[in-house]
């Protein structure tokens, strides 16, 4: 089956702490996104990569980190640097449906700080 | 200043009646594609329907419908039949032009659809 994974669905992050969320996918596809959704709100583009080995900031890059090293994978790190973390993440990668290009997202990953 | 507005923070609908759901986006490319998702309460994000900004045709996708007016730049989703399982948010989202290779897009704030029986 081809598709997006993420893991985990639930992550809790201490004060102080970096977490990874990891984003997988099996579409065989260059680009891949990261988003954050904040309550009641839409998406803002976090970080992405259009080709493996690099990666560029999105709208809100500050205190986040991701890495790219193979096609398949881009985890996102959420440093300590970044003060308000508690959101839902996801990630998404552009697909062709039909003779068109588009984004598909992965189940996401709820954040939470204790 | 927002690319894309929604200006209907809530919506209701009786079943099986048709829905339009609002979407108004900004943009000084010539080259761009408006999207709308859906997203349940578990939170996957759900593709719906695309339009291009050359499609002179409305896009349809079974009971979805993009009423897409340039000169407006409006991109208004019509949900036609409305099922109980079409409560959820939807979003308006953008993709500008692909030449600068960012190809991400932009959301608006999403409305909040509930299918009454």
Same mark, same amino acid.
């Given at each position: 089956?081809?598709?997006?994974?993420?893991?985990?669905?639930?992550?809790?992050?201490?004060?102080?702490?970096?977490?990874?969320?990891?984003?997988?996918?099996?579409?065989?596809?260059?680009?891949?996104?990261?988003?954050?959704?904040?309550?009641?709100?839409?998406?803002?583009?976090?970080?992405?990569?259009?080709?493996?080995?690099?990666?560029?900031?999105?709208?809100?890059?500050?205190?986040?980190?991701?890495?790219?090293?193979?096609?398949?994978?881009?985890?996102?790190?959420?440093?300590?640097?970044?003060?308000?973390?508690?959101?839902?993440?996801?990630?998404?990668?552009?697909?062709?449906?039909?003779?068109?290009?588009?984004?598909?997202?992965?189940?996401?990953?709820?954040?939470?700080?204790? | 200043?927002?690319?894309?507005?929604?200006? *209907?923070?809530?919506?209701? &609908? *009786?079943?099986?009646?048709? &829905?339009?759901?609002?979407?108004?986006?900004?943009?000084?490319? *010539?080259?761009?594609?408006?999207?709308?998702?859906?997203?349940?309460?578990?939170?996957?994000? #759900?593709?719906? #329907?695309?339009?291009?900004?050359?499609?002179?045709?409305?896009?349809?996708?079974?009971?979805?419908?993009?009423?897409?007016?340039?000169?407006?730049?409006?991109?208004?989703?019509? #949900?036609?039949?409305?099922?109980?399982?079409?409560?959820?948010?939807?979003?308006?989202?953008?993709?500008?032009?692909?030449?600068?290779?960012?190809?991400?897009?932009?959301?608006?704030?999403?409305?909040?659809?509930? &299918?009454?029986?």
């Amino acid at each position: 089956d081809g598709g997006i994974t993420q893991s985990p669905k639930y992550l809790f992050r201490k004060e102080g702490q970096n977490v990874t969320l990891s984003c997988e996918q099996n579409l065989n596809h260059d680009a891949m996104y990261w988003y954050r959704q904040d309550p009641g709100q839409g998406l803002r583009l976090i970080y992405y990569s259009q080709i493996v080995n690099d990666f560029q900031k999105g709208d809100i890059a500050e205190g986040y980190s991701v890495s790219r090293e193979k096609k398949e994978s881009f985890p996102l790190t959420v440093t300590s640097a970044q003060k308000n973390p508690t959101a839902f993440y996801l990630c998404a990668c552009i697909t062709l449906a039909g003779a068109m290009e588009t984004q598909y997202f992965g189940p996401g990953t709820r954040l939470l700080v204790l | 200043a927002q690319k894309i507005t929604q200006t *209907q923070p809530g919506m209701f &609908v *009786q079943e099986k009646e048709a &829905v339009t759901l609002d979407c108004t986006y900004d943009t000084s490319d *010539q080259s761009y594609g408006l999207f709308w998702y859906k997203q349940p309460s578990s939170g996957e994000m #759900i593709f719906l #329907i695309y339009q291009g900004s050359y499609d002179e045709q409305n896009a349809t996708e079974g009971r979805y419908s993009l009423n897409f007016q340039k000169a407006r730049k409006s991109a208004n989703l019509v #949900i036609s039949a409305s099922q109980l399982g079409d409560s959820a948010m939807y979003f308006c989202a953008m993709r500008e032009g692909k030449d600068t290779g960012r190809r991400a897009l932009t959301f608006g704030s999403g409305t909040r659809l509930q &299918v009454q029986p």
